[in-house]
């Protein structure tokens, strides 16, 4: 069955520290990844999106993610967070072909970042 | 322009109770998906209408859920005899379908569902 795995459920950083965080899936098609921001009171909204082609992703804001086929990884990260970046992060996988289908997210992780 | 709109923004009925929220998608995406994000479970697929198609309920958790989509776009989940473990936000996305690659899901603001 299809999963994702993400292994930081709450970060807690200071201001300039770097960012990562982790993410796994299992799914046997064709991988779409994305990343998921939710800051506080707001809707979902794509940080960045992997479908093919360079494994480097850059997304909005100054977050990007690797992915590592071998090692079925997706992980995101910023070199200098801010407090602005206090949010709640989830990473997911389309399943389905075409351009279209479901996401199976991981279970997201809260990062409060310290001013 | 306009984003994913759901309504209610905030219902709360009593156990037992029937309740329809409604998801009116981003105009021009003819994909729809509903999600469900509680405490413990995470954010969880439901079902999805991609045009024509049948829809995947694959998601749905037991026949008290059920969804359509009239006319290819509004779209109304109905919950029946609502239970304390349907308490939740229950998120709409929506998205393009066409040949252009690389189309994210459009999430809206979701409805957040209390059961008493």
């Known amino acids: 069955a299809q999963s994702v795995s993400q292994h930081n459920h709450h970060v807690i950083l200071s201001e300039a520290a770097s960012l990562e965080l982790g993410c796994n899936y299992s799914?046997?098609?064709?991988?779409?990844l994305f990343w998921y921001v939710q800051y506080p009171g707001q809707h979902l909204q794509l940080l960045l999106k992997?479908?093919?082609?360079?494994?480097l992703v850059k997304g909005i804001k100054g977050f990007e993610a690797e992915f590592i086929k071998s090692k079925f990884s997706f992980n995101l990260r910023k070199p200098s967070v801010q407090w602005s970046d206090t949010a709640e992060y989830f990473c997911?996988?389309?399943?389905?072909?075409?351009?279209?289908?479901?996401?199976?997210f991981g279970q997201g992780t809260t990062l409060q970042v310290k001013p | 322009g306009a984003g994913v709109s759901q309504s209610p923004s905030n219902k709360v009925t009593e156990k037992g109770k029937d309740v329809e929220l409604r998801c009116d998608p981003i105009?021009?995406?003819?994909?729809l998906y509903w999600y469900r994000q509680s405490l413990g479970q995470g954010l969880e697929f439901l079902i999805y209408?991609?045009?024509?198609?049948?829809?995947?309920k694959s998601g749905l958790p037991s026949d008290r859920f059920s969804a359509e989509r009239t006319g290819g776009s509004v779209s109304t989940l109905t919950i029946q005899r609502t239970q304390q473990e349907d308490s939740a936000v229950y998120l709409c996305?929506?998205?393009?379908?066409?040949?252009?690659?690389?189309?994210?899901?459009?999430f809206g603001d979701g409805t957040r569902l209390s059961i008493l």
């Open positions: 105009s021009g995406h003819t994909a």
């Open positions: 799914y046997g098609g064709t991988v779409n």
């Open positions: 209408f991609q045009g024509n198609s049948a829809p995947d």
């Open positions: 997911a996988v389309k399943v389905g072909s075409g351009n279209t289908g479901k996401l199976i």
């Open positions: 992997y479908f093919s082609g360079d494994p």
């Open positions: 996305a929506s998205s393009y379908e066409d040949s252009r690659p690389n189309q994210p899901q459009h």
